[in-house]
């Protein structure tokens, strides 16, 4: 099986480049079909959501060039009638940004039901009622979405819970309905800015995005673009809490620190010591950090993609912290993983209690999901020994190149290929580790 082995004990140091932001590409890349002309994304990020996201506007007729590992050139011109359906498809949870653009367009739309990472229920209800309040008819057929208008018209929409997918489906739908659409109670994400400002630069007329009320006036059409997408928020941070996790020094490159203002802050809290500049944060952990309390919420409060990443910091801090999940429900499901490394977490419903540990040791550890993959390869990098991860797919559906990178910061990971374990590089690593 696909697996990383991580030589852990090296601080990271030195700098990394931060890709461009998974969640605002894959609503981007999906807006990028409502237009009749080319529209060109640079900075997209080579994850492999992003790729069964492009297979699936593939799929319904739109035309991709791919000149560039990270540029994209789309035209929806010849987009027809098909539904957004297949395997890949539906383990995604991107792909039902297809349901907005589509509806919005074209009226109609046929998309199978959003998968993702299976860390709660993840509903679509707020979805669903801001496409009836447009106009729509929404119906579940054979696992699929089915959305249908004769027009779509503007609407005021409050949303009962703060919802980043359902914000960004709305403002899609809604930029090309006829008249004025308010969201309240919108996420304020900056994936969702990012998709505000990438339909403006198409013609789209949206106010107020990044606060919690979005006022769209519809348009008949969006033009061509062209547009670099935004930094990732959440890879930056997980690079920064591995510098902390390993005792480091490491400079993140291109990125946005207004975004990272809730990661810098707990580091600095913990003890790190965190310098920006610019498009950059320099990050250096020279002794061992202290507990604290933290609870995830909507931007701009701290990130539930960082959760299990700040619970493998927190897990060798001195003291006991608490890490409350105020999003998700089953956000907890590595920490079974983290047991086997020596760590003392509790899990009470939606509250984890950690008492710190002086260190983690090496073990087998399957990955449960996106972030928490992410998190258990940070809590490698940080043990003694070596750790074996498996189920890294999920890893991937998120951050590019993380072997290479993590390698470049002078930290031992590689991926094994099914039978290719004599690679070179995991040779290297296994005579120094000899
Ligand atoms: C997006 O998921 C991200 N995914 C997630 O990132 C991220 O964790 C999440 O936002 C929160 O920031 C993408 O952008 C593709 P939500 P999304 O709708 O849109 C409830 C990652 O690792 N809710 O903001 O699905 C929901 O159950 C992924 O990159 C409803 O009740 O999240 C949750 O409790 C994982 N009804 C809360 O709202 C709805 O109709 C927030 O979910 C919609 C959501």
Do not use: W
């Amino acid at each position: 099986m696909e697996h990383y082995i991580v030589q852990g004990g090296n601080p990271l140091s030195g700098e990394v480049e931060i890709s461009g932001a998974k969640n605002a590409a894959l609503a981007i890349l999906a807006a990028s079909i409502m237009a009749d002309e080319t529209v060109i994304i640079e900075n997209v990020p080579d994850v492999s959501d992003i790729r069964v996201l492009v297979e699936a506007i593939q799929s319904i007729g739109a035309v991709v060039e791919h000149p560039d590992r990270h540029i994209y050139h789309i035209n929806g011109a010849l987009i027809r009638d098909l539904p957004v359906d297949n395997e890949l498809v539906r383990r995604i949870r991107g792909s039902y940004y297809m349901i907005g653009a589509l509806l919005g367009k074209y009226k109609r739309a046929q998309v199978a039901l959003p998968g993702g990472c299976a860390i709660g229920l993840r509903p679509i209800d707020q979805h669903i009622k801001g496409f009836r309040a447009l106009g729509a008819k929404i119906r579940l057929e054979n696992g699929m979405v089915v959305a249908e208008a004769e027009n779509l018209h503007g609407a005021h929409i409050y949303m009962d819970v703060v919802s980043v997918g359902a914000t960004i489906n709305i403002m899609m739908a809604a930029s090309m309905a006829r008249g004025t659409t308010i969201i309240e109670n919108a996420a304020k994400e900056p994936h969702v800015v990012d998709l505000a400002n990438f339909l403006g630069s198409m013609g789209a007329k949206i106010k107020g995005a990044g606060t919690d009320v979005i006022r769209i006036h519809g348009v008949e059409h969006l033009h061509k673009t062209d547009y670099v997408i935004i930094p990732d928020q959440i890879e930056a941070g997980t690079y920064m809490f591995a510098a902390a996790a390993t005792r480091g020094d490491v400079t993140i490159t291109n990125i946005i620190p207004k975004h990272m203002e809730s990661i810098s802050a707990k580091l600095s809290e913990i003890g790190c010591e965190i310098k920006e500049s610019d498009d950059a944060i320099r990050i250096v952990a020279s002794r061992r950090l202290q507990a604290t309390n933290v609870k995830t919420l909507p931007y701009p409060g701290f990130p539930t993609d960082m959760q299990p990443q700040i619970a493998v910091l927190l897990g060798l801090s001195s003291g006991t912290s608490i890490v409350t999940e105020g999003i998700f429900e089953n956000r907890f499901k590595y920490v079974d993983e983290m047991t086997k490394m020596g760590a003392h977490i509790t899990v009470e419903s939606s509250t984890a209690i950690i008492d710190g540990v002086q260190s983690y040791s090496g073990a087998s550890l399957y990955a449960p999901d996106l972030r928490a993959g992410a998190a258990l390869v940070m809590a490698a990098l940080a043990a003694n020994g070596i750790s074996r991860i498996y189920n890294i797919h999920y890893i991937e559906r998120g951050y590019e190149d993380f072997p290479d990178k993590i390698r470049s910061l002078g930290g031992e990971m590689v991926k094994v290929n099914d039978g290719a374990e004599d690679s070179d590089a995991m040779r290297r690593m296994m005579l120094k580790v000899i």
